[in-house]
Nanobody, 122 residues
Framework: QVQLVESGGGLVQAGGSLRLSCVAS????????IGWFRQAPGKEREFVAV????????YYADSVKGRFTISRHSGVNTVYLQMNSLKPDDTAVYYC???????????????WGQGTQVTVSS
């Protein structure tokens, strides 16, 4: 079992920045790839970014490439999502998730956090 807790969401103006954190506890953090997903009202959950358990391999959705950066600090079991140049379309609940399988689809992920709200005003 892996427990994931997100934090760092909030209200920001368009063009601003936020950094989300995902703290993991439970089973060995290094066994898991960690992904970020988001879900806006009335929309399906969508992939944002993933970082490999090697702390190096990263993959981003086209919609956030060049604006968001995922990183991992294994010493404190934390994954970060630095979000810059935010747009109103980035408004959503952001979730982190853990998987032993590399990928960008939600069903691959076994463990999920409770989510943190990000709201970008125009």
């Amino acid at each position: 079992q892996v427990q994931l807790v997100e934090s760092g969401g909030g209200l920001v103006q368009a063009g601003g920045s936020l950094r989300l954190s995902c703290v993991a506890s439970g089973r060995t953090f290094s066994n898991y790839h960690i992904g970020w997903f988001r879900q806006a009202p009335g929309k399906e959950r969508e992939f944002v970014a993933v970082i490999g358990r090697n702390d190096i391999t990263k993959y981003y959705a086209d919609s956030v490439k060049g604006r968001f950066t995922i990183s991992r600090h294994s010493g404190v079991n934390t994954v970060y999502l630095q979000m810059n140049s935010l747009k109103p379309d980035d408004t959503a609940v952001y979730y982190c998730a853990a998987s032993t399988v590399w990928g960008d689809t939600a069903p691959l992920y076994d463990y999920w956090g409770q989510g943190t709200q990000v709201t970008v005003s125009s």
